[in-house]
Structure formats: structure tokens, C-alpha cells
């Protein structure tokens, strides 16, 4: 099994940047892809952004050019720039292996004025 844990989220400003990390642990080997997901009140969790082991990479197009995501070994990273109000969401780290889905427990980014 795979443990995640998440930080970095938190209330910016819009323009602001914030920078997201999940620390992965346990059988890591197995993770083939990991993404961030996210979700607002009232809305489907949807996927920001994802990078496979190979270093394929992913984006919503909302986030298309604003975002970038990245792997440092067990270490996966989103960093968030040119934040938008609408970017407020509970984000998600998530691995995925073969067959199984493994979540952090989220953290929250308000982006306010």
C-alpha cells in the first residue's frame, strides 16, 4: 500500500502563488502515475494536473500554463501561479497503481482578496 501526505495549501491572494507537496511512502515502486485532484463545494472532483512515471505530463485546461507539476523521487509537487479566485478548492494527491487508487487527505487553497 501507498501513503500520501499533503501540504502547502492556504489563503493567497489572486496573482498569488502557493506551492503544493505530497510525500509518498510504502510500496512506491508500484505507482505507475500520481496527480492532484480537486474539488469545490457543490462540484465533481476533477483532475488538475498528472505526470507518469515516465514524466508525461497532464493539465486541465484551466490550469494550462499557470500550473506545473513535478516529481523529485518520492516527493510530487504542484506549483500554482497567476491564482484565480476560482481555484479555490479542497486539492487531492493521488497515486495510482495497478489496481488500486491512493488519496492524501487533501488541503485546503482559498485564493481571496
Known amino acids: 500500500q501507498v501513503q500520501l501526505v499533503e501540504s502547502g495549501g492556504g489563503l493567497v491572494q489572486p496573482g498569488g502563488s502557493l506551492r503544493l507537496s505530497c510525500a509518498a511512502s510504502?510500496?512506491?515502486?508500484?505507482?505507475?502515475?500520481m496527480g492532484w485532484y480537486r474539488q469545490a463545494p457543490g462540484k465533481q472532483r476533477e483532475l488538475v494536473a498528472a505526470?507518469?512515471?515516465?514524466?508525461t505530463t497532464n493539465y486541465a485546461d484551466s490550469v494550462k500554463g499557470r500550473f506545473t507539476i513535478s516529481r523529485d523521487n518520492a516527493k510530487l509537487y504542484l506549483q500554482m501561479n497567476s491564482l484565480k479566485p476560482e481555484d479555490t478548492a479542497v486539492y487531492y494527491c493521488?497515486?495510482?497503481?495497478?489496481?488500486?487508487?491512493?488519496w492524501g487527505q487533501g488541503t485546503q487553497v482559498t485564493v481571496s482578496s
Open positions: 510504502g510500496s512506491i515502486f508500484s505507482i505507475v502515475v
Open positions: 493521488n497515486a495510482k497503481t495497478i489496481p488500486n487508487y491512493y
Open positions: 505526470i507518469t512515471s515516465g514524466g
